[in-house]
C-alpha cells in the first residue's frame, strides 16, 4: 500500500485516538510543563500530526511518566532526514508491514531501532 501519497482518512484519525490518544500539542505542552522545567527541547522532538486547523501528538510516541520513547525518537529523526511528513510516518508506525511481517512498527518498538528503520526506509521506498 502506498501510504506515502494516499489522503489520510477521519477513520484512521479516529483509530489512532480510539487506540493510543491523540491529545493536542497544547495539552502535552500543558503536561511536559509539569513534569519538567523547560519542555522545550522535547517540544521539538514530538511527532505531530496536522489534522483539519488542529495539531496533534499521537499517544505512541509516550512511556508512562511522560517521557518520549527513544526507539520512536530514532524512527521520527529518521523520517525527518528522509523528508516523510509527520502524519505519514504516524500512519506508517500503526499500518501492518510486510517488512515486518505483517507487525506494526508501533507494536515492535520493544525490538529496538535496527528493524524498524529498515522497514521505514523500505517504506520510503515505495
Same mark, same amino acid.
Given at each position: 500500500m502506498?501510504?506515502?501519497?494516499?489522503?489520510i482518512s477521519h477513520?484512521?484519525?479516529e483509530g489512532i485516538r480510539a487506540e493510543f490518544t491523540l491529545p493536542a500539542l497544547e495539552q502535552v505542552r500543558r503536561r511536559l510543563?509539569?513534569? !519538567?522545567?523547560?519542555?522545550?527541547?522535547? !517540544?521539538q522532538q514530538?511527532?505531530?500530526?496536522?489534522?483539519?486547523?488542529?495539531? &496533534?501528538?499521537?499517544?505512541?510516541? &509516550?512511556?508512562?511518566?511522560g517521557q518520549l520513547h527513544p526507539t520512536v525518537?530514532?524512527? &521520527?529523526?529518521?523520517? !525527518?532526514?528522509?523528508q516523510i511528513p509527520h502524519n505519514y510516518v504516524t500512519v506508517w508506525m500503526v499500518t501492518p508491514s510486510r517488512e515486518l511481517a505483517g507487525g506494526r512498527p508501533v507494536d515492535l518498538l520493544k525490538n529496538g531501532p535496527t528493524p524498524l528503520l529498515r522497514a521505514l526506509e523500505a517504506f520510503n521506498l515505495r
Open positions: 502506498n501510504v506515502n501519497r494516499q489522503p477513520q484512521t484519525w510543563s509539569e513534569l !519538567m522545567e523547560d519542555p522545550e527541547p522535547v !517540544m514530538l511527532v505531530r500530526v496536522f489534522i483539519d486547523d488542529g495539531t &496533534f501528538c499521537p499517544g505512541f510516541q &509516550f512511556l508512562p511518566g525518537l530514532i524512527l &521520527f529523526q529518521r523520517a !525527518m532526514e528522509l
